[in-house]
Nanobody, 124 residues
Framework: VQLQASGGGLVQPGGSLRLSCAAS????????MGWFRQAPGKEREFVAA????????YYADSVKGRFAISKDAAKSTVYLQMNALEPDDTAVYYC??????????????????WGQGTQVTVSS
């Protein structure tokens, strides 16, 4: 089981970044894949998730309309396209996989496999 996140960096407010999460085949076959973030001194929070079956997507209210999660099954990779970035988006971003039921898809405690995290800094 392996998740490898990449794509973070420093970007100015209003800019864009695309994060990638390459998953091993077994992990990619999980019920859903999600992105979470954690800023210094704050609890890890849900950002977005995508279900393996049907590709349904879910977003935190704070990123809805700005971020988009997608997946490429052929590459076993999940992406997080982040647009109109704001300083409050600054955090370490983690990808993770879960077999939790739909009602728990925003709960980080329900995710059992995690990538190593990639730093996103939004600053002028």
């Amino acid at each position: 089981v392996q998740l490898q996140a990449s794509g973070g960096g420093l970007v100015q407010p209003g800019g864009s970044l695309r994060l990638s999460c390459a998953a091993s085949r077994g992990t990619f076959s999980s019920t859903a894949m999600g992105w979470f973030r954690q800023a210094p001194g704050k609890e890890r929070e849900f950002v977005a998730a995508i279900r393996r079956s049907g590709g349904y997507t879910y977003y935190a209210d704070s990123v809805k309309g700005r971020f988009a999660i997608s997946k490429d099954a052929a590459k076993s990779t999940v992406y997080l396209q982040m647009n109109a970035l704001e300083p409050d988006d600054t955090a370490v971003y983690y990808c993770a996989s879960t077999n939790a039921v739909l009602s728990a898809i925003r709960d980080y405690k329900q995710y059992n496999y995690w990538g190593q995290g990639t730093q996103v800094t939004v600053s002028s």
